[in-house]
């Protein structure tokens, strides 16, 4: 796990040391162990190395090739390097070190762009050709490792972090005001648009390339390579055969990321993905450590009582012989960290973060690598109550409206453009529906059955939440020089999870399917509110790895109970950040249209802790960045 940083100019002027330098530099936090640099005139390719497989220096980057031609750097780990090693001796290769980078590089000079679908794992590189002139960019399948890149005037800029591209003369700090408002839709970016304008993310399973000659104005060419296709199978087979596979390549995955030459340690939330994680890996290492965040919860009320599942985890750290640790939160604690938090994670994603922040902070006070339960939800199903409010439509627009209305998760449509009233010749042509629909790149012409639209949603919620969830883990992990690892996201169990039938996944759809509108009762709090439906198959495979009434308890999120504090002990720094007329967020957004919703969380009316946490967290990237 490192960090990486480049320019490439395309107007032929060599690259200044002093810019890479200091483009390397802000991104220390990633890569303390070891720093490299390698500028040939117009190239010039910078990185920071977290050591984690061959500590020796033979494993520095830049890494070039033995005749000189290709030069790279790389962020990530290859989990199957050894096996694509071997092949590559059997075609000629040599190698002199024992890491994974020089396998990535030799790989990518016997197939090319064709190598990246062979690799299981997590990374972002950049490779420089020599001969063609030309710099090849690329992530991986799921989007776990982030990539950056940026035009300015006669350069293109690319980098693990946005906040490289800050040390270039010629690069400008400016909110994107479209984005800001898909964010405040969404609470999520679903397109490739970042805060800053002009900085786009790279796609998740896409490479890229630039050729140097053609000009200052040269684009880069994106190419996608993998994408998420979710399908009923066609030929079904017994439940008893899906679930010895399941179990099979969950243990696979868990015992394939335990590949490190420095200690392996996990999350250990009170739930089933965590710790069934942790139960296959603690059989597979002598010793091993686990993190748990926790809350105080003396001035919490409703649900918010349930927030706290250290209990849950201390019980399963005693099962598996962990050597345990926690952190408990409070309120004030999140205002004592926001300032850090926003630098480190740059434009804000999914849900409220700041706990992920104290998690990773209290595992690299131990651990370089820590293993988390991210990915299960979203591939095996997790989210039923989401999924059930778009199952029986007319056609896939009538799905799109459904699910759209849904996914509003900060501002509804009716309030948006009023509250973005100060910037509207920036936001008049976005339309956040169509946003919302140009994630589904490819689908079906027609969508016949129950089980085709779910599919559709875990599509849509791999491409989208969970890619926001791996931004975030990626960001405030490596905050603190930790290397997050998330086996659910291997290769062969995503593969087996894309096809798994649905009735594996969830036990009511054909309960929801059948609702009669006309039926009295509650069929919201049936159905449509957190269950222990969803993952049914991933529960029975994780039976044989840890305690019962984990696998029977109903889903649990990993937050803190913001809802309560933003009203009792938080309510002076919430009223102190946004409701000063000098706040920055009031360059782009209406202050008292704004200030309306916010009153109606502080008098109790409606639940918007996640608006809150936004418009804080936009607060302090407006002070870091702008």
């Known amino acids: 796990m490192c960090g990486l940083a480049g320019v490439l100019q395309l107007d032929g002027e060599p690259v200044s040391p002093t810019v890479l330098q200091e483009m390397t530099d802000i991104i220390r936090h990633r890569g ?67 890491c994974d980078t020089e396998v990535l590089l030799h ?141 099979f390549l969950l243990q696979q995955a868990v015992t394939r990321q335990l590949v490190s030459d420095v200690d392996v340690s996990a999350y250990l939330s009170g739930g089933m993905d965590s710790g069934s994680i942790t139960a296959i890996a603690s059989r597979n290492l002598n010793s091993m450590r686990t993190f748990t965040c926790g809350f105080d919860l003396s001035s919490a009320s409703g649900m918010e009582l349930n927030f706290d599942e250290r209990a849950a985890a201390e019980r399963m750290s005693y099962a598996f012989k962990t050597e345990h640790y926690e952190v408990v939160l409070k309120a004030g604690d999140m205002e004592r960290c926001l300032p850090d938090l926003a630098w480190h994670l740059e434009e804000p994603r999914v849900g409220q973060s700041y706990p992920n922040f104290y998690a990773a902070k209290l595992a690299s006070k131990f651990n370089k690598v820590v293993l988390a ?16 409010r778009a199952v029986v439509n007319d056609d896939f627009e009538h799905y799109i409206d459904k699910y759209y209305h849904y996914w509003q998760r900060l501002i509804p449509n009716r309030d948006i453009q009023r509250v973005f009233a100060p910037v509207k010749n920036k936001v008049d042509k976005v339309w956040t529906r169509n946003i919302f629909r140009d994630t589904f790149a490819h689908h079906a012409p027609a969508l016949t059955r129950p089980e085709d639209y779910v599919n559709h949603s875990l599509y849509l919620e791999s491409k989208t939440f969970l890619h926001g969830l791996l931004t975030v883990e990626d ?70 790895h840890i305690p019962q009434e984990v696998v029977e308890r109903e889903k649990q999120g990993f937050s803190a109970p913001d809802a309560s504090w933003f009203k009792g002990e938080s309510i002076d720094y919430v009223r ?39 418009l804080l967290n936009v607060e302090h990237f407006c002070r870091a960045y702008l």
């Open 32 to 98: 303390p162990d070891g720093e490299g640099h390698w500028i040939n005139g117009p190239v010039g390719l910078g990185h920071r190395r977290l050591a984690i497989l061959d500590l020796t220096p033979a494993g520095q980057q830049p890494m070039a090739s033995p005749d000189g031609r290709y030069t790279i750097i790389y962020n990530g780990e290859i989990y199957n390097f050894n096996e694509l090693r071997a092949d590559l001796a059997a075609h000629g290769h040599v190698f002199h070190t024992q």
């Open 107 to 247: 790989s990518l000079m016997e197939w090319g762009v064709d190598a990246l679908p062979r690799m299981n794992g997590m990374f972002a590189f950049a490779l420089w050709d020599a001969q063609e002139k030309t710099l090849l960019l690329a992530r991986d399948r799921y989007g776990i490792k982030p990539l950056y890149y940026a035009s300015v005037a006669g350069a293109f800029l690319f980098a693990s972090e946005q906040k490289a591209f800050l040390p270039h003369r010629k690069f400008e700090a400016k909110m994107d005001c479209e984005a800001l408002l898909e964010y405040f839709t969404f609470q999520n970016l679903f397109s490739d648009r970042t805060l800053l304008d002009g900085v786009s993310i790279l796609p998740a399973g896409s490479w890229a390339r630039i050729k140097l000659g053609d000009g200052p104005g040269a684009a880069l060419n994106i190419y996608s390579y993998w994408d998420f296709n979710f399908q009923e199978p066609e030929i079904q087979r017994s439940d008893a055969d899906y679930l010895e596979e399941l179990d």
């Open 373 to 388: 339960g991210t990915g299960g939800d979203e591939i095996f199903g997790g989210y039923p109550w989401r999924y059930y």
């Open 475 to 544: 960001k405030l992990s490596m905050a603190h020089s930790l290397e997050t690892r998330v086996p659910f996201l291997d290769n062969d169990l995503v593969d087996f999870a894309m096809r798994l039938p649905m009735k594996l996944k969830l036990g009511k759809l054909d309960e929801v399917v059948a609702i009669n509108e006309n039926e009295p009762g509650d069929k919201t709090s049936r159905y449509f509110q957190k269950t222990r439906d969803g993952k049914l198959l991933l529960r029975k495979a994780m039976a044989r």
């Open 576 to 614: 102190e950040t946004i409701g000063s007329d000098d706040a920055h967020i009031w360059n782009y957004m209406d202050q008292s249209v704004t200030r309306e919703l916010v009153q109606e969380h502080l008098d109790g009316r409606q639940n918007r802790r996640l608006l809150i946490w936004s």
